[in-house]
């Protein structure tokens, strides 16, 4: 399966799968803290459907004006086109309607846009071959814990 806009749905349906139904105060603040652990995640699902695309985390510093660092997803295809996924863009910008932050068909174009979006720097941090399930249950389990941190 090729990566679209229908596909990116599916996955942001599944990211907010993992929020608590019953106690939703704001979805930006429950995916406050693990946006690391939800990259990788998506990056898992990803290579689920998509085994010919290149998984790119993204780490950005000093992101939105304040000290944190985000991760964020590149998925590279083998089309050339460049899909930059925010699975947790909520925390940042509590209305966007899409973890899909922008398309490209080159890496650099795509990483001026985000500086644009976020500020801060960004650079690559690591690039995704093989998510484990032990690794998935790993990152649920520290997704869980950190939104139930939240929520109290």
Known sequence: ???????????????????????????????????????????????????????????????????????????????NDVYIIDPTIWQFFPDKKSILLCMSNNLEEALKEIKEIYGGKWQI?????KISTADREKYLNIISQTISENLS
């Open 1 to 79: 399966m090729i990566m679209n806009k229908g596909t990116i749905k599916q996955i942001q349906m599944r990211v907010i799968k993992l929020l608590p139904k019953d106690k939703q105060p704001s979805i930006g603040i429950l995916c406050n803290d693990c946006c690391s652990e939800v990259s990788r995640l998506v990056a898992s699902w990803i290579q689920e459907i998509d085994k010919s695309s290149r998984l790119l985390i993204l780490k950005g510093i000093n992101v939105h004006g304040t000290q944190k660092s985000h991760d964020i997803l590149a998925v590279l295809t083998s089309n």
């Open 125 to 129: 941090s690591e690039e995704i071959f």
